[in-house]
């Protein structure tokens, strides 16, 4: 079993849909939850951090954490063609440990 | 928006040459990672540093070599290049418990 697992889709959703893009991960001690997003040929950008159980928002993007299933979801509202990319879940058990990144899930946005 | 550049952007090499790929930041980030990524496909983490004089091997066997001597510094080092060390290599860094910020990326082609 892999330590962070996504589904590498492709996810197709029409423009103006919510997309959601989840991820499982395998230790229970992780403290830390980020996802990135990485047009082809360019280098990921983050685009949320969450640490506490609940969802957080922030504009269209809202990420969601729920440690007692060991998953972490992101969801984007009012998907625009522009967020067509690969969305990358990354997880941390802080301190002086690495993150642990999964393989990604490519969304497609279909005008 | 972070501050971390690698150098060259682009490479294309002979067999058999010695490399190093330069990478830096402005932030005094105490982490700094070497990621190698295949187009289309996940990231694979080759080398990590908590601090000046630490270093460690990632997940993925690499020949590659890293050096850590200032903060700010994190060279990546291939003694002999091969064509199997064609790939991109990512560059990026986080305080403790933060997330990552990646540099542009080293497009590496050995001939």
């Known amino acids: ?111 | 928006e972070a501050d971390i550049y690698q150098t060259p952007r682009y490479l294309v090499i002979g067999t058999g040459k010695k490399i190093t790929l330069e990478c830096s930041q402005t932030m005094g980030h105490d982490k700094m990672y070497w990621y190698q990524q295949d187009p289309g496909m996940e990231l694979h983490l080759i080398h990590y540093s908590y601090g000046v004089n630490s270093t460690e091997k990632g997940d993925l066997s690499s020949e590659s070599t890293v050096s850590r001597i200032r903060t700010e510094h994190f060279p990546l080092t291939l003694e002999s290049a091969r064509p199997s060390h064609t790939s991109q290599y990512l560059c990026a860094s986080s305080r403790i418990l933060d997330e990552q910020y990646f540099g542009p990326g080293t497009r590496l082609t050995v001939t």
């Open chain 1, 1 to 111: 079993q892999k330590e962070v697992e996504q589904n590498s889709g492709p996810l197709s959703v029409p423009e103006g849909a919510i997309a959601s893009l989840n991820c499982t991960y395998s230790d229970r001690g992780s403290q830390s939850f980020f996802w990135y997003r990485q047009y082809s040929g360019k280098s990921p950008e983050l685009i949320m951090f969450i640490y506490s159980n609940g969802d957080k928002e922030d504009g269209r993007f809202t990420a969601q954490l729920n440690k007692a299933s060991q998953y972490v979801s992101l969801l984007i509202r009012d998907s625009q063609p522009s967020d067509s990319a690969t969305y990358l879940c990354a997880v941390g058990t802080g301190g002086y440990q690495k993150v642990t990144f999964g393989t990604g899930t490519k969304l497609q946005v279909i005008p």
